[in-house]
């Protein structure tokens, strides 16, 4: 925005009208000295002399050309006041392409927010669930020593435990009460280790 030729090249109506004002000048010459080069051809036979006649036309022609430039030159002389509507109008556009460009940049920012919301709530599903996990096996664990120890008794095993009637039931209550205290052991070591959220 700088260069004041950069600015005047992107004002496209008027390089439109001199591309076009050069193709119309340009076309009218050549048609010009075509005909009359066609119609000497047709009168007279060629000569040197009717040959400089069409340098001259030629040489005309560009003169015509150059001063339709000089023209277009001098009629921009408004070409400043073509410049500056360029700049305001390119200016608008820049604001239209910062506040779109703003709007995408906190949109982004919104997204990667969501995503890192998403990913937290991930996180904390996944402990929840590692945490019961981990409920789970200590009381599988506990479940387990309870089952063996009845599975112990119930073999055909010659015991003196079994000669007391009231022997079994004894075996099975201190057996519960040993696996709750291991499973509220546990859950005080978890709670320690800050494992669980108790």
């Known amino acids: 925005m700088d260069d004041d030729g950069d600015m005047a090249e992107m ?34 036979p060629v000569s040197p002399a009717s040959s400089t006649t069409g340098v001259h036309k030629l040489q005309r022609a560009f003169s015509n050309l150059s001063s339709s430039k000089h023209g277009s030159i001098s009629a921009s002389s408004n070409g400043q006041e073509n410049i500056d509507q360029l700049e ?6 820049f604001v239209v392409v910062d506040s779109a460009l703003n709007k995408l940049s906190s949109l982004k920012e919104y997204i ?9 709530k991930l996180a904390n599903v996944q402990n929840q669930l590692i945490q019961f996990e ?3 096996t200590a ?10 120890v009845t599975a112990v008794f119930g073999m055909n095993l010659k015991a003196t435990v079994f ?14 009460i ?15 280790k800050k494992l669980l959220p108790l």
């Open 139 to 148: 009381a599988t664990f506990v479940a387990t020593i309870f089952a063996m």
């Open 178 to 192: 040993f696996c709750l205290v291991l499973y509220i052991a546990f859950m005080i070591y978890f709670k320690h």
């Open 134 to 136: 981990l409920l789970l």
């Open 88 to 93: 305001m109008l390119l200016e608008a556009y």
């Open 11 to 44: 004002y496209l109506t008027e390089k439109k009208q001199r591309k076009e004002d050069y193709f119309n000048n340009d076309s009218y010459d050549q048609a010009d000295i075509y005909g009359k080069i066609r119609g000497a051809a047709r009168s007279a």
């Open 163 to 176: 000669d007391d009637p009231d022997g079994f039931d004894w075996t099975i209550i201190i057996t519960g």
């Open 112 to 120: 990667d927010d969501t995503e890192d919301l998403i990913n937290i």
